[in-house]
């Protein structure tokens, strides 16, 4: 049986994030505040981006990153140095987060709990739950940066 409340995070987590997603144009999801490094759109890639690596790290399956996105959305990337032209829109971000969803909640529900419990290839200190949960937990993080960055966004117009 799967784990009911890993798929109920990941609906609510993923679901938070989507609607921060909506109804933002182009040109707003690109919008970084003085004094912070990302905007809507990075905190939205780099959601899919990290569990995509975590997740299918976890399950001893290659992640499915779209072409550049690592270099735009990953932990080590830097959004200030890349150009407007060069971000993808942020309706392409939100389809591949729902598809993402879609194949993560699948791949989710197959595990049992004796698979959940066992450890992340390569890490005997960490479980694949634990791959999860972390990944989760840090889309629910940078939901909140999301929220913030959308009532800053209401202030300046």
Not at 3 to 23: A, F, N, Y
Not at 36 to 63: D, R, T
Request: glycine share 6%; with cysteine; aromatic share 6%.
């Amino acid at each position: 049986m799967s784990d009911r409340s890993l798929l109920l995070l990941l609906d609510e987590v993923r679901g938070k994030t989507l609607r921060l997603l909506q109804d933002v144009s182009d040109q707003d999801a690109r919008w970084t505040p003085p004094g912070l490094s990302n905007h809507l759109l990075w905190h939205g890639g780099h959601a899919y981006v990290l569990l995509e690596w975590l997740a299918m790290h976890a399950v001893g399956e290659l992640p499915h990153i779209p072409h550049r996105w690592m270099e735009l959305f990953g932990w080590e990337s830097h959004p200030a140095g890349v150009p407007a032209n060069e971000w993808p829109p942020i309706s392409r971000v939100a389809e591949e987060l729902k598809r993402q969803h879609a194949r993560v909640r699948h791949l989710i529900g197959d595990l049992t709990e004796e698979r959940l419990a066992s450890p992340v290839p390569g890490n005997p200190h960490h479980t694949i739950r634990y791959a999860m949960l972390h990944a989760l937990h840090d889309e629910a993080c940078h939901s909140g940066e999301m929220w913030l960055l959308r009532k800053m966004l209401k202030t300046r117009k």
